[in-house]
């Protein structure tokens, strides 16, 4: 029979539940790329990933792929709770309504969609601060590189010139320096728009596109797509589904978290953009549509992982916690 845990959960608890447990071990396999992925999307220092990872590695060490991971350990928790949640809550619901005439596509997909809209409005704030710690670095790399360019008296007043510009970007003290300054310039919404366009966009397609690919994989296993096939299905082909799901996710709506990433990643008390239309404009002007796709191998590169561990562990969690195991292991 099905655990004791999963009989003593409601719908929405199971679903969160699950959900939490994906996005945190997700979030531990895969934040160096996710870091990789904002630092090339958002400043012209890196030429590509690969560059990103030489100059981290080489000015931050190891500890440098993990800067701001406090965040997102935190924040992707919360929006995985959120999304996942939502998500499993709605799709059971309407699977079980009797006046649903949704398709299961169509069903996943208006899942998916509320979902990613709940998880952008949670996750919003946890964002910003994210990004705010990955780029401060960045901006004070940036202003040594630039002082590099010009000339010293000596080598002595150099090295002096360089670490003081190093600093520039060094606005916050640690986590919770950064939330207070967040908090108290209202910055906490920046790039919301931008974030529910592309979590509402790129929801309602891999969501949909998961379900579909695992029940592929186990009508072409077992003959069929119900339940029970579903949870005999091997953790591989899981884990393929959801990688697929996310790679699709990321090729769909990377032109959206570039801007996003953008506004986000900004100076909190010196902002450029104060709103999408603009921050998108100047985007444009300054690398045409090829600056949309900065960084979208870092994306990919991540987001295969990233989703393939996610969507497994949640698709795990949920079986474990509802499937008789008798019907599991037939």
């Known amino acids: 029979m099905a655990t004791y845990l999963g009989q003593c959960l409601t719908l929405g608890q199971l679903h ?59 924040g992707d928790v919360a929006i995985g709770m959120t999304a996942f949640g939502v998500y499993g809550y709605m799709s059971t619901r309407l699977k079980q309504s009797s006046n649903n005439s949704f398709s299961p596509t169509k069903t996943a997909a208006i899942s998916g969609g509320t979902a990613g809209l709940a998880a952008a409005v949670i996750g919003c704030p946890f964002e910003v601060v994210k990004l705010q710690l990955q780029m401060q670095y960045v901006r004070g790399l940036s202003a040594s590189i630039n002082v590099a360019s010009s000339e010293y008296t000596s080598v002595v007043n150099h090295a002096v010139a360089v670490r003081r510009a190093e ?36 929801w309602s397609i891999s969501y949909p596109t998961f379900e579909y690919l695992r029940n592929c994989f186990a009508e072409h296993m077992f003959g069929d797509f119900s339940e029970q096939s579903v949870a005999k299905l091997p953790t591989w082909s899981l884990m393929l589904s959801g990688g697929i799901s996310g790679s699709i996710f990321w090729t769909a709506v990377f032109p959206m978290d570039v801007i996003k990433a953008n506004m986000q990643g900004q100076k909190i008390n010196e902002r450029t953009w104060a709103c999408l239309r603009s921050c998108v404009g100047d985007l444009y002007k300054a690398g045409g549509f090829g600056r949309f796709y900065k960084g979208l191998s870092a994306a990919i590169l991540r987001a295969f992982p990233h989703n393939a561990v996610a969507y497994s562990v949640y698709a795990l969690v949920v079986t474990a916690l509802t499937v008789p195991q008798h019907a599991a292991v037939e």
């Not at 959900?19 to 396999?29: P, R, Y």
């Not at 916050?172 to 979590?199: E, I, P």
């Open 16 to 74: 969160t539940l699950a959900g939490a447990t994906a996005s945190f071990v997700a979030v531990i396999s895969s934040y160096p790329l996710d870091l990789m992925k904002n630092r090339v999307a958002s400043a012209s220092l890196y030429k590509s990933p690969l560059d990103c990872m030489r100059i981290t590695w080489k000015n931050e060490g190891f500890k440098g792929f993990y800067k701001g991971v406090s965040s997102p350990m935190i």
């Open 167 to 202: 600093h520039l970007g060094s606005v916050y003290r640690g986590l919770v320096d950064c939330v207070k300054q967040v908090v108290g310039s209202r910055a906490y919404n920046m790039g919301l728009t931008a974030m529910c366009m592309r979590n509402v966009v790129g």
